[in-house]
T-cell receptor
Framework: GAGVSQSPSNKVTEKGKDVELRCDPI?????LYWYRQRLGQGLEFLIY????????KSGLPSDRFSAERTGESVSTLTIQRTQQEDSAVYLC?????????????FGPGTRLLVL | GESVGLHLPTLSVQEGDNSIINCAYS??????FIWYKQESGKGPQFIID?????DKRQGQRVTVLLNKTVKHLSLQIAATQPGDSAVYFC????????????FGSGTRLLVRP
């Protein structure tokens, strides 16, 4: 079946603008995760959803970052008033569930460049 | 702080040789470990995982070894191929947070033809 998809694949924006990044998880996966990957670095956990709820938002870097999920499917990560340090690849992953530590499958990422 | 890290940032091997990528973790509460492969411009791809009640697990051309005594994890790739060239990440999952993967900074594997 189809894997995790993300859009847009690339986004260039000006400092101070808002951006929305979209993630479509694998069908039937109840858990969804957002990570950030700066150039040449590992992945940094941002937030996860179990269903439509986000029990742990502690990984979000600042209050400019928010995320939501609807219909236990699509999720949107929003960054308000973007800063240059927000430039990174934003990766989404999904898994069957959270409780049983199911494998997380990643999408291709959205490459965000803030000028 | 606690982290998952790697010993070698870049590993260059001859095609056909075996590759060993190492990873150290610092939290003894971690009970699940995963290796991911990331090719340029793509998201991480699951390779193999291992739970803390095991010392070794084998897949197709890959083997993961876990040494809990010294908190060390390794990924062995047999008969390395050009298609294995990528960045490899180890990640740990802790007992108290089943959802959160803590990633190392990655090792780049270069396969020489």
């Amino acid at each position: 079946g189809a894997g995790v998809s993300q859009s847009p694949s690339n986004k260039v924006t000006e400092k101070g603008k808002d951006v929305e990044l979209r993630c479509d998880p694998i069908s039937g996966h109840t858990a969804l995760y957002w990570y950030r990957q700066r150039l040449g670095q590992g992945l940094e956990f941002l937030i996860y959803f179990q269903g439509n709820s986000a029990p742990d938002k502690s990984g979000l870097p600042s209050d400019r970052f928010s995320a939501e999920r609807t219909g236990e499917s699509v999720s949107t990560l929003t960054i308000q008033r973007t800063q240059q340090e927000d430039s990174a690849v934003y990766l989404c992953a999904s898994s069957l569930s959270v409780v049983r530590k199911e494998t997380q499958y990643f999408g291709p990422g959205t490459r965000l460049l803030v000028l | 702080g606690e982290s998952v890290g790697l010993h070698l940032p870049t590993l260059s091997v001859q095609e056909g040789d075996n590759s060993i990528i190492n990873c150290a973790y610092s939290n003894s509460a971690s009970d699940y470990f995963i290796w991911y492969k990331q090719e340029s411009g793509k998201g991480p791809q699951f390779i193999i995982d291992i739970r803390s009640n095991m010392d070794k697990r084998q897949g197709q051309r890959v083997t993961v070894l876990l040494n809990k005594t010294v908190k060390h994890l390794s990924l062995q790739i047999a008969a390395t191929q050009p298609g294995d060239s990528a960045v490899y990440f180890c990640a740990e999952n802790r007992m108290d947070s089943s959802y959160k993967l803590i990633f190392g900074s990655g090792t780049r594997l270069l396969v020489r033809p």
